[in-house]
Nanobody, 120 residues
Framework: VQLQASGGGLVQAGGSLRLSCVAS????????MGWYRQAPGKQRELVAT???????NYADSVKGRFTISRDNAKNTVYLQMNSLRPEDTAVYYC???????????????WGQGTQVTVSS
């Protein structure tokens, strides 16, 4: 199983970006998918998660500004980011709890990360 994230870039404060992450390979089950971020000198933190049934969870810092969604048929998770702030600058990583070929249970897979930079 591989996760490929895309959509990062440079944007001015107040702008928007949409991140995408697609899971590929032989996949039997994808449970929760999510986005995490890591700013320089800081630990990786949760941004948002979404279950296979569509239940969502957000970090307090992004509530009301970010929206997570997924397309189960495409094994893809999205993160719509609006009203971006300089403190949102980080590398964003996608994650999925997945059972793939050769897995004996749920495995946490990670994408390669995509840089989001918000200028003031």
């Amino acid at each position: 199983v591989q996760l490929q994230a895309s959509g990062g870039g440079l944007v001015q404060a107040g702008g928007s970006l949409r991140l995408s992450c697609v899971a590929s390979g032989t996949i039997f089950v994808i449970r929760t998918m999510g986005w995490y971020r890591q700013a320089p000198g800081k630990q990786r933190e949760l941004v948002a998660t979404i279950t296979s049934l569509g239940s969502t969870n957000y970090a307090d810092s992004v509530k009301g500004r970010f929206t997570i969604s997924r397309d189960n048929a495409k094994n893809t998770v999205y993160l719509q980011m609006n009203s971006l702030r300089p403190e949102d600058t980080a590398v964003y990583y996608c994650n999925s709890e997945t059972v793939g070929l050769g897995d004996y249970g749920l495995v946490n897979y990670w994408g390669q990360g995509t840089q989001v930079t918000v200028s003031s």
